[in-house]
C-alpha cells in the first residue's frame, strides 16, 4: 500500500501543466485494438491506470511502448482471449474492452468490472445497448460473455434511459464496425466523448453527432490507424488545482487547459469570490481573499461535474460566511470522504446525501484514507492546507487518476512524498 504524506500550511505558486485526460485515456487504449494498425496516443498521462490497462492488452499479446507521454499500441498480432477477473476487478474502466472487443472479433469475455466503489454504476445500458446491435450476453462466473451472430452485429435504434459517459463510449466502439446505420439518442456529451469520436473517425469510422443528444453512426469493415491523436487536457485534474490554487496559493499559473469543458466549475468558484484570468490555452489563479459559501449541484455536462464535487470541497472549507451545501444528483453516496476531513477537523457532515459544509473551519494533520481516486484528492488539497502533517492511506487511488502528481505539487512548493508501508494486518 502506498501512503501520501504532506507537511502542510506552505503556500504555493508557480505554474503547473496539466496532463491529458484520464477519462478519455481509459477508453482510447482499448478503443486502440479496432485498429489493424499501429496506434499512436500523445498526452498520455502518467497514472497507474494506464500500467493497468497496458498490463491487459498484454494479455491479448498487443504490443504497448510507453515513452514520457506517448504510448504506441500495436494491436497487428492480437489473440482474442478472456481478460482475468483479477486485473479487471481494480480497474472499472476495462469494461471499454467489452464493446472494443465486441466490434473487432465479435465477442468479447470481460472479468466483472471493479473501480472505485461510490454507488451503483450498473452496466445494464451498456448491455442493452449491445444487445441491439444483436449481440447475446450472458453473466456466467462472474464474467460478462457477449457474443455477436454469425452474420456481424448490425446497426440499430437505441435510447439511453440516462446519458451514461460509459454506456456512450461502449456502444460507439461496438457500432462503429456494424453492418449499416446506428443511431444512439440520449447520449452524454462529455469532451471524452468527442475525443473518442474524433480518435475513431481519423482511423476511418464514421461518426456525427458527438457532443450533442444524439450520435450517428455508419459502420465500417475496418479501422486502420493514419495519424498520432493528442488527448484532450484532464478537465478534473485542471478543477482539482484550481480548488488547491484558491485554498493556498500565492498565485498560480495552470497550462494546457480547454477553459470551456471547465466553464460550470469556474464559474462556481468565482461566485465564490475567487479570481481568475483566463488565456487561450492556461489560467491563472489569484491569492484569494475572502470567500463565501454556495451552493453546488453536479449534473451531467455541460454541468458541474461530479469528479470536482470532492476536489472543491476543501475550498470551500475556508469560506468565512454562510453554509455550504454539496448535492451530488449523480453519485448521491459519494461522501465517504467526509468522515475523513472531520478527522481532520473540518466543519463538515452529511445529512440524506448532502453534504454540509460550516464556515471557520481550522485543518490539522491526521491519518486518513482514500477510498477512491477523487476522494483522494479531497485529502490530498486538504492536507497542504492544514498545519501539520497529513498521511493519506491508499493513496494509490491518488496515482491512479492524478499525473505526475508528487513532482508537480514539489515544483508548487509542497512538502509532499510517496512511501510504500505495509498493508494492515486482519486478525481471522
Known sequence: MKQMIIHGGK??????????????????????????????????????????????????????????????????????????????????????????????????????????????????????????????????????????PASGLHGAEIRLEMPSVGATM???????????????????????????????????????????????????????????????????EAGTYVSLAACMGNGIRIHNIIAE????????????????????????????????????????YPGFATDLQQPVTPLLLTAKSGEGIILDSIYPRRTRHIPELQKMGAKVKVEDNIILVHPGTQLHGAEVTADEIRAGACLMVAGLMADGTTKINNADNILRGYDRVVQKLTQLGADVSIVDVPEPAYES
Not at 61 to 69: G, I, K, L, Q, W
Not at 284 to 298: D, F, H, R, S
Open 261 to 300: 469543458h471547465l466553464d460550470a466549475f469556474l464559474a462556481k468558484v468565482e461566485e465564490m469570490g475567487v479570481v481568475i484570468k483566463t488565456d487561450e490555452d492556461s489560467l491563472y489563479v489569484y491569492p484569494a481573499g475572502e470567500l463565501k459559501m454556495v451552493q453546488v449541484k453536479t449534473e451531467p
Open 11 to 148: 503556500p504555493l505558486q508557480g505554474d503547473v501543466w496539466i496532463g491529458g485526460a484520464k477519462n478519455s485515456t481509459v477508453a482510447l487504449i482499448p478503443a486502440a485494438i479496432l485498429s489493424r494498425t499501429t496506434v499512436t496516443l500523445e498526452g498520455v498521462p502518467r497514472i497507474s491506470d494506464v500500467d493497468n490497462l497496458m498490463d491487459l492488452l498484454g494479455e491479448m499479446n498487443v504490443a504497448c511502448e510507453f515513452s514520457e507521454t506517448t504510448l504506441k499500441v500495436n494491436p497487428e498480432q492480437i489473440k482474442l482471449s478472456p481478460l482475468p477477473a483479477g486485473k479487471v476487478k481494480s480497474l472499472r474502466a476495462s469494461y471499454y474492452f467489452m464493446g472494443a472487443l465486441l466490434g473487432r472479433f465479435g465477442q468479447a469475455t470481460v472479468g466483472f468490472p471493479g473501480g472505485d466503489d461510490i454507488g451503483p454504476r450498473p452496466i445494464d445500458q451498456h448491455i442493452m445497448g449491445f444487445e441491439a446491435l444483436g449481440a447475446s450476453v450472458q453473466n456466467k462466473n462472474d464474467q460478462i460473455i457477449i457474443t455477436a
Open 170 to 236: 461502449n456502444i460507439i466502439m461496438a457500432s462503429v464496425t456494424a453492418k449499416g446505420k446506428t443511431v444512439i439518442a440520449n447520449v452524454a456529451k462529455e469532451p471524452e466523448i468527442i475525443d473518442l469520436a474524433t480518435f475513431l473517425n481519423n482511423m476511418g469510422a464514421v461518426i456525427r453527432g458527438a457532443g450533442t443528444d444524439t450520435i450517428r453512426i455508419d459502420g465500417v469493415p475496418e479501422l486502420r490507424a493514419q495519424v498520432a491523436h493528442t488527448i484532450i487536457p484532464d478537465r478534473i
